[in-house]
Each structure stands twice: as structure tokens, then as C-alpha cells.
């Protein structure tokens, strides 16, 4: 890696980036929070009339689809427009897309738009790599390494970085793939976590020249940030502010002292 996360987190804090957040209305709160926490800038901007206008100013845009409705999706597309002709990443997060054919027939559009990273948990890529999915409507129920497969297929056909997130991380591009160990088993009893986390690799994504880079310093800080508030934390609830405590008081040296990343050996079959 040429990029550390703690690299990344302390060029995303010397100039924090505008991040332009399409998210669920679940989401828009929480998220918000988390990327100011993690000290970037964020925007839940996403009409079609000043999606595009306002991605031409944004350092990366992100689009989820937990609620989605046709108006969403043209503010969305509106956003993706703005962002690809002025050359800054975007970031999707497929939730729930192995649910109904409706948002099997959306993900599968956004993919053909080229995100610069797909974020899901396992069940989600499972389903975006065309396999059976046991998810369970925005809650993963396939093993992260079930996905890793399909992972890297994804990301050859894409050309975008693809982060399976779980009780174990993967990250691949095609040719180069890691896993991230730490977080938390309460993360997942806290909704909004894993949009959260799509934000911030938008954020991430903003400030980094290599979007594999980008993906793996944003799950890193996740990653640390919930092991830290796991020591601190009594049960789901109280996770969540020492979750937004930690994610901002991890500095760039500690991020990369904490983070633990493992190389996966290329498959050569
Ligand atoms: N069992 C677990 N143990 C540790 N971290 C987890 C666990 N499950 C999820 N996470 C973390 O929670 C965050 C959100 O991931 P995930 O729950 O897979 O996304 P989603 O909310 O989209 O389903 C990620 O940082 C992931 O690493
Ligand atoms: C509960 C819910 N319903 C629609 S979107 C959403 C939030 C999903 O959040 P996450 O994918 O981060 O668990
Ligand atoms: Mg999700």
C-alpha cells in the first residue's frame, strides 16, 4: 500500500473534503455525524434539481439505496453525472439489493455507472456478483469470506474497488486483496453503521490517489474505532457515542498502529 490509512485520515483532517451523501432516511443522521467525527465535511444533498451542480464542488459523492424511490434514484444518477465529468469518485452502497427485483434492477444500473468503490456487507455482493444470497433484508447473513469470490469477479467486471464488510473485512480491486480484522459485534445491532461507513470511504476516497488505498483506510478506521469503544461500551446503546468518540480521537499514527491488515495471496486458478 502505498497510502496507510493513517496517511489518508491525516490529509483528510489537514483539508477536510466535501462529502456529497445520497443516503436513507435511516442513515442521514447518524452518517452525518460519523463523518464529522472522522473530521470530513458532510453534505445530504440529493435532489435532482442541484444533485449534479452540487458534485461539480463535492470531493466524492455517495449513494445508497436503503430507501430508494424513482425520485432518489434521478437525484442519484443527477449526482453520478456531476461527479464522473468532474472527475472525483463515487461510492455505492447496494443495501438490501438481493431483496426485490426492483432494487436488483437499480444496483445493477449503478454498477454499469462505474463506482469508483462498492461498499456491502457479504450478502449484498453476493447477490451483486450474481450468487444466492441468504441476506435478510438490510442485514448481512452470509460469511465475508462466502463473498470473497464473487468479490474479486465483481471488481474485475466493474473495474471498482469492492469492500465486503462483516466480522472480518475484505477488500479487493481484482488484483490486490486484504482483509481487516477489529470492529466490533455490536456494530451490527447499530442501524446506519455500515452507510455510515460508505460515507466515509467517500471521504477517504476525496483526499487518496488510489481508491483501493481509499476503502481500506476508511474500514481501518472503523475498524479501530470499534474495538476501542467495544472496551468502553455496556451493550448496543451505549456503543454508539464512544463509537463517535473514538472515531474522532484515533489519530493518524494510532490508526496505523491499530489497523490490522492482512495481504491475501493472489488466486491464480
Ligand atoms: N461481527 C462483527 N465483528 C466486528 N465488526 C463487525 C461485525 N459485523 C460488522 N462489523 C463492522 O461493522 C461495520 C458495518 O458492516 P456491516 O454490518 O457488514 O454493514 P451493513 O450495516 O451494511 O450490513 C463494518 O465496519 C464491519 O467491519
Ligand atoms: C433499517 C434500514 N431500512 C432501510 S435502510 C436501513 C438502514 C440500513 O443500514 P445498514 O445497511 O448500515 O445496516
Ligand atoms: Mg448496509
Known sequence: MTETPGTLLAALRAEPPLVQCLTNYVAMNIAANVVLAAGASPAMVADVEEAEEFAGIAGAVTVNIGTLSPPFIAGAKAAIAGASAAGHPWVFDPVACQATSYRRRVAADLVALKPTIIRGNASEILSLAGE?????????????????????RLAEESGSVVAVTGETDFVTDGARAVRIEGGSPLMPMNTALGCSLTCLCGAYAAVSSDPFDAAVGALAHFAAAGARAHEKAEGAGTFAPHFLDALQAVTPEALDAEAVIHNVAEVTS
Request: no cysteine; hydrophobic share 35%; proline share 5%.
Open 132 to 152: 444466492a444470497s441468504s441476506g435478510q433484508g438490510v442485514d448481512g447473513r452470509d460469511p465475508v469470506a462466502v463473498a470473497e469470490d464473487g468479490a474479486r
